[in-house]
């Protein structure tokens, strides 16, 4: 996900996706597969109002929703301790 403006400072967010497609060869030794990493545009959204956490997660899940891959994504989370 990536957000920034327009010219005229109208905010829009980018959605990405990357997987890992996996397709099944007949070899002479059995079932091999070879995998090939994919990743394409499934998203590009205005976001108005204020960018807060909140309101970004709201638009980051509609893209989600929106292409129906809402249960199959996998959200890196690295939480950070201050002292």
């Known amino acids: 996900m990536d957000m920034w403006s327009d010219p005229n400072l109208t905010p ?9 497609e ?7 030794a059995g ?3 070879i995998l090939k990493l994919r990743s394409d545009l ?13 309101h970004l997660a709201v638009a980051f899940l509609y893209v989600l929703d929106r292409v129906g891959i809402t249960d ?3 959200i890196p989370i690295s939480f950070v301790s201050f002292c």
């Open 12 to 20: 829009f967010m980018g959605v990405t996706a990357h997987w890992i």
């Open 22 to 28: 996996a397709t099944e060869v007949q070899t002479p």
């Open 31 to 33: 079932i091999d597969y």
């Open 42 to 54: 499934i998203g590009f959204h205005r976001v108005p109002r204020r960018h807060t956490g909140e």
């Open 72 to 74: 199959k994504v996998v």
